[in-house]
């Protein structure tokens, strides 16, 4: 008995030596990626000094620092270039110079309504400015057109060209060519009362506005412009400082006799001619205010000219400097001008449209219209710190 007793104990141990040897194997190829170490006392507890389970440098940054605070450069793919050196961001930071063109509607004789209106006359015009229209909408950089003299043909005629110009989403506003008469007869309050007269006439139309050019006198036109319900005025030139004191004009501001004799624009250089500002008053307009008469610069005429032979040559290089000189956190805007007037060959315009082509794609050139302008620097204003 003590030997079958003895038997039996013996090959108990053996079967439990066997099971444990066998449990070792089964564990030990259920955890091959195993180091043998034993997990850290406390992992997973953010704020141990420890990264490890589901902590991340957005759920526990205590413990596990990102790259840029920890100091070691990134290596994926979106932050580094193909042999390892990191990239170089493009700089998101320069703000883009707003452009557009301003066409002065002028110096056609449309007649009046004691006298009659030119019909003829007047259906050829409208077509002429259409078919401008119709070129810079293609480009999709419509004009801004400016007038006074074209408001009571187009009230009176069809078709209303102001109106159907406004309902493309082309800019339409008023170019008052209102301050040359010196002293203005009736005053500054004549003055306002005409200004507004030709904003209501416009707004009779269906066509709200809030800018005007052609405003510029030795009143005090700010203030006026302001009273007449006008937001903004464009197109300053140097006749626009004779409203400022004698002792700040210069001799040859306080010989100008009219806007034709001292037309170039103000302040005309760059980069002063990028930053529209607000006027407190006419004596004082030069210099920014807090609140105020939006004032908005020109670059002048178009840089484009007939060029040698019939193809029309267009020099941007005012659109280069300008790019160049602006600022982070600056607002950078300037308006061409077009006196219509003149015709302009259609290739002139293509040339120039063209040449824009480039710089708009980029994103370095915004074109906008008077309108668009103002609403897009009151934004910036209200943006501002």
Not at 62 to 70: I, K, M
Request: glycine share 10%; with cysteine.
């Amino acid at each position: 008995m003590k030997r079958k007793f003895l038997a039996l104990t013996l090959i108990m141990l053996i079967t439990l030596s066997l099971a444990c040897s066998l449990g070792n194997l089964i564990n030990d190829g259920e955890d091959s990626g195993s180091t043998g170490e034993s997990a850290p006392q406390g992992e997973g507890r953010c704020g141990n000094g420890i990264c490890g389970g589901p902590e991340n440098p957005q759920n526990c940054p205590e413990d596990c620092p990102s790259e840029a605070q920890s100091g070691s450069p990134s290596t994926d793919d979106e932050s580094a270039s193909g042999d390892g050196v990191p990239s170089t961001p493009s700089s998101n930071n320069t703000p883009p110079l707003y452009i557009g063109v301003s066409v002065h509607l002028e110096a056609w004789k449309l007649g009046n309504e004691k006298l009659g209106y030119e019909q003829q006359v007047y259906e050829r015009y409208v077509q002429n400015i259409l078919a401008y229209s119709d070129l810079a909408n293609s480009y999709d950089m419509p004009f801004t057109w400016e007038t006074s003299n074209l408001i009571d043909p187009s009230a009176a005629l069809e078709p209303n060209v102001l109106l159907e110009l406004y309902q493309r989403g082309d800019g339409i506003g008023v170019h008052a060519d209102l301050g040359e008469q010196t002293p203005y007869p009736g005053g500054e309050a004549q003055f306002t009362k005409d200004l507004r007269i030709l904003r209501h006439r416009m707004e009779d139309l269906g066509i709200p506005v809030t800018h005007a050019s052609g405003v510029c006198s030795t009143s005090d036109w700010v203030t006026a412009a302001l009273d007449a319900g006008f937001e903004a005025v464009t197109g300053t030139v140097d006749y626009c400082l004779k409203s400022l004191p004698l002792d700040q004009q210069s001799a040859e501001i306080q010989e100008c006799k009219g806007p034709a004799l001292c037309h170039d624009p103000y302040p005309g250089q760059i980069p002063e001619m990028l930053h529209p500002w607000r006027a407190a008053d006419g004596s004082s307009w030069t210099t920014p205010a807090e609140e105020g008469l939006l004032v908005f610069s020109t670059a002048g005429a178009l840089p484009c000219s007939a060029g040698s032979g019939s193809q029309p040559q267009c020099d941007l290089q005012i659109i280069e400097e300008a790019l160049a000189a602006r600022q982070p956190g600056e607002f950078h805007s300037f308006f061409f001008v077009w006196s219509y007037g003149s015709p302009l060959e259609e290739e002139l315009l293509r040339n120039f449209y063209e040449g824009l082509q480039p710089y708009i794609e980029s994103g370095d050139v915004v074109w906008k219209t008077m309108p668009e302008l103002i609403e897009a620097y009151q934004a910036f204003e209200g943006s501002a710190p």
